[in-house]
């Protein structure tokens, strides 16, 4: 079997490591226990975390074991990293019912059982640490001028750097040190935005345990042109159902710009290698073949087989046969009555949430950006009936990407 290090460089992870050459014999020699670390900033992960979920299913079926750390008590402080402003603060209640949500969707990805993977709560330590003891212990090994060259803090110096968050990094560095002692843990990964926490961890394990730890980073979800990936008009790609439907979820990977095909396949499928780069390769109309690839892998490894082939079912039907099933598509359910003397194109756009203000929608319809079943609208006064539906249903789009039912009921 190959290194799973190997597999991770070829398939494009890996950005940086502390001891690029003891890991790979680390990982070839032993069963290793490692860690990632999620705060709970919302209810859901969503599809910036999924870079870092992957290399955890691609770490446990090479033998080794993940710990799945949430971040109950480093989220009551907020990372800067990455970050220009201060992180909105959340509440101890907030925070629990996101690490709930987290747990929840963390189950569907890595095997529990038999202790093969292990999901903590770093609330469980580090709300209980000492002040006192703990600036004692722990603040005398980090140098207050090495911390202020850190790229998590450098972006910060010139808007304001609270103290509070000042603090995330010795957190951050002491979860490391607690996984080390509660389950000889020995290997941190993480985004690269965490290159500077976890170089931190490493040193402090050494330091304290006289122990031979690591880190590795692995590459943002990014664009070809350096872009973050995983944001829409209306915000994040979620992995939970209820807040991107699978069918939103499989169109955001069907609609991905060409030259992000590729990496996307090799980082967030399973697919091998040969197969990753022979879809890469396609051209013209024919990447659409890799594109529909990627939405079903992504969207199978997420929300399952059916719902993957419910999305895609549904998307042949928008690009093809109208006729044909389209269950899956987000759709609406209005009252027939609201019909009966009309309804303005600007508040159906409303109701179905397409639109959050009445001027966007008349910069849409403007800029030709709304279409009723296929035909554009023009008219910002435009009265939808009863006669605009077809087995009392209509279809929305908002530009180019975005579809959307209208069902009238009784």
Request: charged share 25%; net charge negative.
């Given at each position: 079997m190959a290194n799973v290090y190997d597999v991770l460089v070829e398939r494009g992870y890996i950005e940086q490591a502390t001891h690029e050459e003891e890991i790979r014999k680390l990982?070839?020699?032993?069963?290793?226990?490692?860690?990632?670390?999620?705060?709970?900033?919302?209810?859901?992960?969503?599809?910036?975390?999924?870079?870092?979920?992957?290399?955890?299913?691609?770490?446990?079926?090479?033998?080794?074991r993940p710990i799945a750390l949430?971040?109950?008590?480093?989220?009551?402080?907020?990372?800067?990293?990455?970050?220009?402003?201060?992180?909105?603060?959340?509440?101890?209640?907030?925070?629990?019912n996101n690490v709930r949500s987290f747990?929840?969707?963390?189950?569907?990805?890595?095997?529990?059982?038999?202790?093969?993977?292990?999901?903590?709560?770093n609330a469980d330590w580090l709300t209980k640490l000492k002040y006192i003891e703990f600036i004692r212990d722990i603040g005398k090994h980090f140098s207050v001028n090495r911390m202020l060259t850190a790229e998590c803090f450098k972006n910060r110096l010139e808007k304001g750097l609270s103290f509070l968050e000042f603090n995330y990094m010795l957190l951050q560095s002491y979860d490391f040190l607690e996984l080390y002692k509660r389950f000889n843990c020995k290997l941190q990964l993480g985004g690269n935005d965490q290159w500077s926490n976890i170089i931190s961890g490493v040193d402090l394990v050494r330091r304290m345990e006289n122990a031979s730890v690591?880190?590795?980073?692995?590459k943002?979800?990014?664009?070809?042109?350096?872009?973050?990936?995983?944001?829409?008009?209306?915000?994040?790609?979620?992995?939970?159902?209820?807040?991107?439907?699978?069918?939103?979820?499989?169109?955001?990977?069907?609609?991905?710009?060409?030259?992000?095909?590729?990496?996307c396949l090799a980082l967030l499928t399973f697919l091998p290698m040969e197969e990753v780069r022979r879809l890469g390769s396609y051209k013209d109309e024919k990447i659409n073949i890799a594109k529909e690839t990627l939405a079903y892998e992504i969207t199978k490894l997420v929300h399952g087989q059916e719902e993957a082939d419910k999305a895609q079912k549904a998307a042949k039907a928008l690009f093809g046969d109208l006729s044909t099933d389209s269950?899956?598509?987000?759709?609406?359910?209005?009252?027939?009555?609201?019909?009966t003397t009309g309804m303005d194109i600007l508040t159906l756009l409303m109701e179905t949430s397409l639109i959050s203000s009445k001027g966007e929608g008349r910069r849409?319809?403007?800029?030709?950006?709304?279409?009723?079943?296929?035909?554009?609208?023009?008219?910002?006064?435009?009265?939808?009936?009863?006669?605009?539906?077809?087995?009392?249903?209509?279809?929305?789009?908002?530009?180019?990407?975005?579809y959307h039912q209208v069902k009238i009921i009784e």
């Open positions: 990982l070839d020699e032993e069963k290793v226990t490692f860690y990632i670390g999620f705060d709970p900033t919302a209810d859901s992960l969503h599809v910036g975390h999924f870079v870092q979920i992957m290399v955890m299913m691609h770490m446990q079926k090479a033998g080794h949430c971040g109950g008590g480093t989220g009551l402080i907020g990372d800067p990293s990455g970050r220009t402003d201060m992180r909105k603060m959340l509440t101890l209640e907030q925070i629990e747990q929840k969707q963390f189950s569907r990805f890595l095997d529990f059982s038999d202790d093969q993977a292990i999901m903590v709560n690591y880190g590795l980073t692995f943002l979800l990014t664009t070809s042109e350096g872009k973050k990936m995983g944001k829409t008009e209306s915000g994040a790609v979620w992995l939970d159902a209820a807040k991107t439907s699978p069918y939103d979820f499989y169109q955001y990977w069907r609609n991905i710009d060409d030259p992000d095909v590729e990496n269950a899956s598509i987000p759709a609406t359910e209005l009252l027939k009555s609201k019909f849409l319809i403007q800029q030709g950006g709304i279409y009723l079943d296929n035909n554009r609208i023009d008219d910002i006064f435009q009265m939808i009936t009863l006669e605009d539906f077809v087995d009392n249903k209509l279809l929305l789009r908002k530009g180019k990407k975005v």
